[in-house]
């Protein structure tokens, strides 16, 4: 995976200081490279199972990867960013690449697919900042949409570890749920340094959370930014999920009344009438 720059000593401090914190666990630990799924999984998951996840694995594992361009973008703006919030954004990548090398491990167990194809893929991306310019204001704006998009993974993929990834051994099943906490984490992060570097900024959160929810709403495809990435999968959730979720950012926040537990768990358990499974739609615009 491509390196991150050494964080100071003194940043460092700065970071522990201000309760930031990471889900430290080993990829190779969990999937090693050599990792080779067991056929009885595959034989003896559903079809339709085996088939969605292939076709999701196929959005998210270059998703992750994208994070590289977001990460770089941000960083050519170093001088507008605070020495905290850049010594964050290191670690974010750093979970975020290690994502990127999970998802490629659980692919290639799942669906068979080459990591030169994967390569090869990846590398014929074109990343779009335009559309999205909006949430990258300044900092503020950033940990913002942060929070949003992060909160989002959370039950994103709390939705793929019940339909999928506990269907195929504990190995990708623990992969599952690394990713759900690693997310989660993120999430507080960025709350974290909003309250800590921008309280006088608060009252802009609600307004903001609206207008990033519409530009996500609004946007034809994903952009492969990172940031708004649940465009390509707006379907899979209920019409309201983008509301409870800016509800849960406004509590977290202290802005505001945290969702009841129904309401958070149906972000992951709905389904469309007339389904078991949500349907997963492709499309080479999708990816």
């Known amino acids: 995976?491509?390196?991150?720059?050494?964080?100071?000593?003194?940043?460092?401090?700065?970071?522990?200081?201000?309760?930031?914190?990471?889900?430290?666990?080993?990829?190779?630990?969990?999937?090693?490279?050599?990792?080779?799924?067991?056929?009885?999984?595959?034989?003896?998951?559903?079809?339709?199972?085996?088939?969605?996840?292939?076709?999701?694995?196929s959005r998210d594992v270059y998703s992750e990867g994208d994070a590289r361009s977001l990460y770089d973008y941000i960083q050519s703006r170093g001088n507008e960013m605070s020495p905290e919030f850049l010594a964050m954004l290191d670690f974010w990548l750093a979970d975020e690449l290690k994502h990127y090398e999970a998802l490629r491990r659980t692919y290639h167990c799942i669906a068979g697919v080459d990591f030169a194809e994967m390569n090869r893929h990846f590398a014929a991306r074109v990343h779009e900042i335009e559309p999205i310019e909006m949430v990258l204001t300044d900092e503020f704006t950033i940990l913002v949409t942060m929070m949003f998009d992060e909160i989002g993974s959370v039950y994103s993929y709390r939705r793929d570890l019940w339909e999928y990834y506990r269907h195929f051994g504990t190995a990708i099943q623990k992969i599952g749920h690394h990713l759900v906490r690693d997310e989660g984490m993120h999430f507080n992060n960025a709350a974290e340094l909003l309250l800590i570097k921008h309280p006088d900024r608060l009252g802009e959160v609600p307004e903001l959370l609206e207008q990033i929810s519409a530009l996500e709403k609004s946007l034809r495809k994903y952009h492969k930014t990172f940031f708004l990435d649940h465009t390509q999968e707006q379907y899979r959730f209920p019409p309201h999920f983008n509301s409870v979720l800016i509800r849960f950012i406004l509590a977290r926040l202290g802005l505001g009344i945290q969702p009841d537990r129904s309401e958070l768990q149906e972000l992951w358990q709905w389904v469309p009438a007339g389904y078991q499974l949500v349907p997963i739609f492709t499309g080479d615009g999708d990816r």
């Open 1 to 57: 995976m491509l390196g991150i720059k050494q964080i100071d000593r003194s940043t460092s401090l700065s970071i522990k200081a201000s309760r930031i914190k990471r889900n430290i666990w080993d990829l190779d630990t969990v999937l090693p490279l050599s990792y080779i799924l067991a056929p009885q999984y595959i034989e003896l998951a559903p079809y339709t199972v085996h088939t969605n996840f292939c076709h999701l694995l």
